[in-house]
């Protein structure tokens, strides 16, 4: 069986755990706490960061490489479309959340708040928080402005964007960071997403110290 080496919260790990998932590829998941540096860990991604899964005889570290391995060994199925136009359109928004939206939102408020507490690193940094806080609110107004011109974000059909847009805004759920009356397109889009077979184990998830908000696992929230 395969087995992937994961933090819960991480909305890379999540990526890749969605992938998985929806392509239906049984694994089991080990918590791993990266920032102690184990050297087992260590030997498996000298980077020392997670997702890190071993399928296939290989072990394999980045989310986007991985999901691209899945996409290509298991291609049914598919979250990528076949036009190369949109495949484009696909990993554009997989760059823009895993990089433009974790650096200005996600960094900035589940990592301050969670993270830094379980790493016992301190306090979160209240100007963090408050730009975070700030950021989402144009983030889920983009993905507004998408979605009315989409059934999905990236076009017609579920893929790997809309998948990397879950990671990041479930983890910031867990920790109610997301004002879904924001926008009722982008809480409809979620829905969709969130009440997906794939989603569950997501919604199982429990970080001691950090309960879940009551409506984390409520499909019709």
């Known amino acids: 069986m395969a087995r992937l080496f994961h933090v819960p919260l991480s909305?890379?790990?999540?990526?890749?755990?969605?992938?998985?998932?929806?392509?239906?590829?049984?694994?089991?998941?080990?918590?791993?706490?990266y920032w102690e540096q184990d050297p087992d860990?260590?030997?498996?991604?000298?980077?020392?960061?997670?997702?890190?899964?071993?399928?296939?005889?290989?072990?394999?570290?980045?989310?986007?490489?991985?999901?691209?391995?899945?996409?290509?060994?298991?291609?049914?199925?598919?979250?990528?479309?076949?036009?190369p136009v949109q495949?484009?359109?696909?990993?554009?928004?997989?760059?823009?959340?895993?990089?433009?939206?974790?650096?200005?939102?996600?960094?900035?408020?589940?990592?301050?708040?969670?993270?830094?507490?379980?790493?016992k690193q301190g306090f979160p940094d209240s100007r963090n928080v408050k730009d975070g806080a700030k950021a989402i609110k144009y983030h889920i107004d983009y993905m507004a402005w998408l979605l009315?011109?989409?059934?999905?974000l990236a076009g017609d059909v579920m893929t790997l964007a809309d998948f990397?847009?879950?990671?990041?805004?479930?983890?910031?759920?867990?920790?109610s960071d997301v004002d879904w009356n924001r926008s009722d397109v982008v809480k409809d889009w979620y829905a969709k997403i969130k009440s997906r077979p794939a989603f569950r184990s997501l919604l199982a998830d429990q970080v001691p110290g950090f309960p879940p908000p009551k409506h984390y696992n409520d499909l019709d929230f």
Not at 148 to 152: A, V
């Open 11 to 33: 909305p890379f790990c999540r990526k890749v755990r969605l992938s998985l998932a929806e392509k239906k590829i049984e694994v089991e998941r080990v918590e791993e706490r």
């Open 41 to 83: 860990f260590m030997r498996r991604n000298p980077a020392g960061k997670v997702p890190v899964l071993q399928l296939d005889g290989i072990i394999m570290s980045e989310s986007a490489a991985i999901c691209e391995y899945i996409e290509e060994t298991r291609p049914e199925p598919s979250l990528m479309p076949s036009d």
């Open 87 to 119: 495949r484009l359109e696909v990993r554009r928004l997989v760059s823009w959340f895993d990089d433009k939206f974790h650096d200005e939102v996600t960094s900035k408020l589940l990592y301050e708040r969670v993270n830094k507490k379980v790493m």
């Open 148 to 152: 009315d011109h989409r059934r999905w």
């Open 164 to 175: 990397a847009a879950a990671a990041h805004l479930s983890s910031l759920d867990y920790i």
